[in-house]
């Protein structure tokens, strides 16, 4: 039972670099935008 509940290390640090690959991508997003807005 403890196992099963428990998440995978793996999927976990994926999820994360997920998470972070989002965050820096909609960054990206916005700073384009911004240049582009300047311009």
């Known amino acids: ?3 099963l509940g ?3 290390p793996a999927n976990d640090a994926l999820a994360h ?3 972070l690959i989002a965050l820096v991508f909609s960054f990206s997003c916005i700073w384009i935008v911004a240049s582009a807005a300047k311009m």
């Open 6 to 8: 428990k998440r995978h």
């Open 1 to 3: 039972m403890n196992q």
């Open 17 to 19: 670099l997920m998470s």
